[in-house]
């Protein structure tokens, strides 16, 4: 399977290295702990080197290469613009342990972002250090956990999640220890605030929503959850994953939240992927403030005789909150991610809000191009639309029970006879709560032209017969794989013969 290791054993040296002071005499290792023969390393030269991931490459989908209407992940174009300045050597080539008089420039763009990012989701403080979302999330209920604890409420236990959460909502409160309290959506998709108003005491220490909601759709009814929670002497919590659907338009903070995460790598752009890398800000309410992880960049007037390092007359310097939780993360957080985010937000500067909305319409489009191309093929009656509204947000659902039921096709066999078609599949069975389901986001970078041709090719996808498309993929690489067996016979070790 892998080409590197074909090569193993050859005569290649694809590197030179400069003669260091850690000359070879200067090392003095006991003998019982050096290598007696050489490690059966792949010895290849620096254009096999090169062939070999290049060839790598072309075994893969990227976004680069194709479209990707897979939701939530937003696998989204990254402007090259993001990597020259996240490669400059002033941001790339520093170390975190410099002194702040080096650090003037990074230091700014951190407190730019941390700015930026209070003023998107109105809120007082934001602290860079958490590196994915679901990292933000428990950063945050820790902090509204010592909140409760430092006013000697401990008797608020739960935390309040509707159905159609993210998952990483309930198991982030849970790895905190709280006590979870899933209540029911309404038929529509949306919060029921009857069941809310059925569950809320002074137990209740939080309440986390993901709006807009897993199903793509906004929560009408947030400001009302608000208050009820807030009532009873809760807390709000925000999962601002999906911001790329409200940035500029309206904020957490508005609708009464004390506490967000983002996912910069998703709602900016930052490549990311297999779990990383990420970077997963919280910003939170002046009185959650303080138990924030430090460090948090502050600005404050060049005291320290370091006038020349200063950026416009004004020095940057961290700052540890007083009651901090600790930290979440080695050094500052995920920098390189921090910048190209920056990068990002910087190019679009007030038109992030027409990037927000381009999300927004982007969806509404490929969700009414798909409706109409099913009508034309005569095939409307293969899928249900889960948007129960006019318009949908950034992403939306179908569920693809009626052609399970009726043809035996289930959104498993779509999404990878989309494969055969050169696309990325969109996410599927998930959320839980939408049986059969595809979840479609196609993303602001993508042309109309793109969002036509996929939406036809989908519908040709759903008219081949089920025999056929249970043999899907069949062009690609490796075929229908197991789903599970990788995770439950992990094997990292490539098989030399001894
Ligand atoms: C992706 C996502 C998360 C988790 O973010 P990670 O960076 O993957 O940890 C949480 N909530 C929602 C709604 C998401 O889409």
Redesign the pocket.
């Known amino acids: 399977m892998s080409r590197l290791f074909d090569f193993a054993g050859g005569a290649g040296m694809g590197y030179s290295q400069p003669d260091t002071i850690m000359a070879k005499e200067s090392v003095s290792l006991p003998a019982s702990l050096v290598r007696k023969n050489l490690p059966k390393w792949p010895r290849l030269s620096e254009p096999e080197m090169v062939r070999h991931y290049t060839w790598l490459s072309r075994r893969n989908f990227g976004i680069d290469t194709g479209f990707y209407p897979l939701g939530?992940?937003t696998m989204k174009h990254n402007p090259r613009v993001n990597e020259v300045i996240a490669q400059m050597p002033g941001i790339a080539e520093i170390h975190p342990h410099q002194p702040e008089h080096h650090l003037q420039g990074l230091l700014s763009i951190f407190h730019e972002m941390q700015h930026m990012l209070e003023i998107c989701a109105g809120m007082d403080q934001v602290t860079l250090q958490p590196v994915?979302?679901?990292?933000?999330?428990f950063t945050a209920v820790r902090c509204v956990q010592e909140f409760f604890r430092s006013r000697g409420e401990d008797q608020r236990t739960k935390v309040i999640v509707p159905d159609s959460a993210?998952g990483?909502?309930p198991a982030s409160a849970a790895m905190a220890g709280f006590e979870i309290i899933e209540i029911p959506s309404l038929e529509d998709g949306r919060i029921d605030i009857d069941a809310l108003k059925a569950v809320v005491d002074d137990t209740v220490a939080l309440m986390m929503v993901?709006n807009p909601n897993?199903l793509g759709l906004f929560e009408n009814d947030i400001s009302q959850a608000s208050e009820i929670i807030h009532s009873v002497g809760g807390q709000m919590y925000y999962?601002g994953?999906?911001f790329n659907a409200i940035l500029g338009r309206t904020s957490p903070g508005l609708m009464g939240f004390d506490a967000v995460?983002f996912?910069l790598?998703?709602t900016f752009s930052q490549p990311?992927g297999g779990?990383g890398p990420?970077s997963?800000p919280i910003g939170v309410k002046s009185h959650l403030a303080e138990f924030l992880p430090g460090p948090i960049v502050k600005k404050r007037p060049i005291s320290s005789g370091h006038e020349e390092f200063a950026v416009d007359d004004m020095w940057y310097g961290w700052y540890q909150p007083a009651n901090s939780i600790g930290k979440v993360q080695q050094w500052h957080g995920n920098a390189g991610a921090v910048v190209r985010c920056w990068a990002y937000y910087r190019r679009y500067g007030y038109g992030l809000k027409d990037m927000s909305e381009h999300a927004v319409l982007n969806a509404n489009y490929l969700r009414h191009a798909l409706h109409r191309e099913a009508e034309k093929a005569g095939i409307s009656d293969m899928f249900i639309d889960g948007a129960t509204t006019k318009v949908a947000k950034h992403e939306f659902t179908l569920s693809l029970l009626p052609a399970k039921e009726k043809y035996g096709i289930s959104a498993m066999d779509v999404a990878k006879g989309l494969l055969d078609k050169g696309y990325m599949a969109p996410t599927v069975y998930f959320p839980l709560v939408v049986p059969e389901c595809m979840m479609f986001e196609p993303t602001e970078t993508e042309s109309r032209d793109t969002l036509d041709k996929f939406a036809k090719e989908f519908i040709q996808v759903l008219q081949q017969d089920a025999e056929t498309l249970h043999q899907a993929p069949i062009t690609t690489p490796v075929r229908r794989v197991d789903e599970v067996y990788a995770a439950r016979n992990l094997c990292l070790r490539h098989p030399f013969d001894e």
Do not use: V
């Open positions: 939530s992940c994915a979302g679901a990292q933000g999330e993210h990483t909502n993901t897993t999962d994953a999906n995460h996912n790598h998703k990311h779990g990420g997963g």
